[in-house]
T-cell receptor, first 114, second 114 residues
Framework: AQSVTQPDIHITVSEGASLELRCNYS??????LFWYVQSPGQGLQLLLK??????LVQGIKGFEAEFKRSQSSFNLRKPSVHWSDAAEYFC????????????FGKGTKLTVNP | DAGVTQSPTHLIKTRGQHVTLRCSPI?????VSWYQQVLGQGPQFIFQ???????GRGNFPDRFSARQFPNYSSELNVNALLLGDSALYLC?????????????FGPGTRLLVL
């Protein structure tokens, strides 16, 4: 069965610093990968997705992610963090087949210090 | 265009009661999925519906049921509520069913069971 691991429960960075959030997945076939962001009390907003093709994908708000099949990873990066980026970030893998089930990791909470 | 909408935003129920949550997808989207997000965890897949038919079901008891209407809106019903059903319930819509498509999430309904 597919699974997603986000090893870091909580990360703190200073405003203007670079950011990398880790995501490892387990899935037998070619994965469809997503990063979502959730602000407190809100739903999930799609940051970016990988279906196929170029392994470096660009998303909204200056985020990017790189798919590395050999490492089963899909890490999220941002070169310079803004205070408004403070939120919880979820990595998810989509399954092939009849349903559109997404399997999510447990999330990484990002705190941004001024 | 309006995004995915959900009602109500908050709900308080007592154990043993029944609850109905509602979701309207993005205009033109025909697939609706439901997720449960317990505090501190990532969302867990409950159901997916497309063209009024169930396309996927997660590992949830039969107390959970759903349906989709001709206008593609959806209801999630939970019977015999337990304390453990307290969670944020998220609805997501996508354009079509079948191969993994991008899901767009609503703001959620926060359910508290006392």
């Amino acid at each position: 069965a597919q699974s997603v691991t986000q090893p870091d429960i909580h990360i703190t960075v200073s405003e203007g610093a670079s950011l990398e959030l880790r995501c490892n997945y387990s899935y037998g076939a070619t994965p469809y990968l997503f990063w979502y962001v959730q602000s407190p009390g809100q739903g999930l907003q799609l940051l970016l997705k990988y279906f196929s093709g170029d392994t470096l994908v660009q998303g909204i708000k200056g985020f990017e992610a790189e798919f590395k099949r050999s490492q089963s990873s899909f890490n999220l990066r941002k070169p310079s963090v803004h205070w408004s980026d403070a939120a919880e970030y979820f990595c998810a893998v989509g399954t092939q087949g009849g349903s559109e089930k997404l399997v999510f990791g447990k999330g990484t909470k990002l705190t941004v210090n001024p | 265009d309006a995004g995915v909408t959900q009602s109500p935003t908050h709900l308080i129920k007592t154990r043993g009661q029944h609850v109905t949550l509602r979701c309207s997808p993005i205009s033109g989207h025909k697939s609706v999925s439901w997720y449960q997000q317990v505090l501190g965890q990532g969302p867990q897949f409950i159901f997916q519906y497309y063209e009024k038919e169930e396309r996927g079901r997660g590992n949830f008891p039969d107390r959970f049921s759903a349906r989709q209407f001709p206008n593609y809106s959806s209801e999630l019903n939970v019977n015999a509520l337990l304390l453990g059903d307290s969670a944020l319930y998220l609805c997501a819509s996508s354009l079509v069913a079948g191969a993994v498509k991008t899901q767009y999430f609503g703001p959620g309904t926060r359910l508290l069971v006392l």
